[in-house]
Nanobody
Framework: QVQLVESGGGLVQTGGSLSLSCAAS????????MAWFRQAPGKGREFVSA????????SYADSVKGRFTISRDNARNTVFLQMNSLKPEDTAVYYC???????????????WGQGTQVSVSS
């Protein structure tokens, strides 16, 4: 059974940092792209960042560019999201996703985690 398990969420003050992790298991993720999406209260789920299998390509939403960094450890089937200079508008549930294509589109991703809450206080 494929599982993506996020961890590292929490409550932080404006300007603070958090590091999210997503551990994937249950199949080979060789060649898979991985991504982070988020959903704020009352809003739809939106793209945050994506990374290709060999880290050649990364993408970021304009709202997080320069503040967030995505990386992955393929030996551990784990993807990370380092979030710095956090703002209240970053408050959301953050979801990890894995798919056979590297993409910024939700529809490209087959496997999803349950999400981890990130809250940024002003």
């Amino acid at each position: 059974q494929v599982q993506l398990v996020e961890s590292g969420g929490g409550l932080v003050q404006t300007g603070g940092s958090l590091s999210l992790s997503c551990a994937a298991s249950g199949r080979s993720f060789s060649g898979y792209g991985m991504a982070w999406f988020r959903q704020a209260p009352g809003k739809g789920r939106e793209f945050v960042s994506a990374i290709s299998w060999i880290e050649t390509y990364t993408s970021y939403a304009d709202s997080v560019k320069g503040r967030f960094t995505i990386s992955r450890d393929n030996a551990r089937n784990t993807v990370f999201l380092q979030m710095n200079s956090l703002k209240p508008e970053d408050t959301a549930v953050y979801y990890c996703a894995a798919g056979s294509l590297y993409s910024t589109r939700q529809s490209a991703y087959t496997y999803w985690g349950q999400g981890t809450q990130v809250s940024v206080s002003s």
